[in-house]
């Protein structure tokens, strides 16, 4: 079957034989679909090359399996260390990582939060505690769990791991 646009999960769910509900069943929580169905499903998404519009799921579902990283910097190798160690974490958890970069400026980081919670953002994990009142409005107001590093303050609204100097 050759289709000339993006591939759906209808598609998918035409050559397999099934409704599209079952097919993204099959796809999502395979645990929840009969073996030979899922095999189908499967198969039929193979042979598409069907990738999932993970844009179109977080609406329904509500998650977008993706946490918001954001670091002073990225050419200091102590955050890329810290990057990845996050990331090799999260990833068998199920979960994505958006990262940004707020050069030292706590406006910069309003805006990169403001940007993962347009993508949906699940949590927040932030370098320090500096931060603008209009980005810890933002979090209260959309109720993102964050996670500062690497400095740990007293009365802070989120989870601190780190040191206290």
């Not at 190798?77 to 994505?96: C, H, K, N, V, Y």
């Not at 990582?97 to 990169?112: A, F, T, W």
């Amino acid at each position: 079957m050759k289709i000339s646009r993006p591939v759906t999960i209808r598609d998918v769910a035409v050559l397999a034989g099934v409704s599209p509900i079952t097919a993204s069943r099959a796809l999502s929580k395979p645990h929840l679909v009969k073996l030979a169905t899922r095999e189908k499903v499967e198969s039929a998404a193979e042979e598409l090359n069907f990738i999932s519009n993970i844009a179109a799921g977080s609406l329904s579902n509500k998650h977008s399996n993706m946490v918001g990283i954001i670091v002073p910097t990225l050419s200091n190798s102590i955050f890329a260390d810290t990057i990845q160690a996050i990331t090799s974490r999260l990833m068998p958890e199920g979960l994505q990582v958006l990262i940004g970069s707020n050069e030292y400026s706590p406006k910069r980081e309003e805006d990169i939060i403001k940007t993962f919670i347009s993508h949906r953002a699940e949590a927040l994990i932030l370098t320090g505690y500096t931060r603008t009142e209009r980005a810890e409005e933002l979090i209260a107001k959309f109720g993102i769990p964050t996670i500062e590093i690497w400095n740990v303050r007293k009365n802070s609204k989120h989870i601190c791991v780190g040191m206290s100097n």
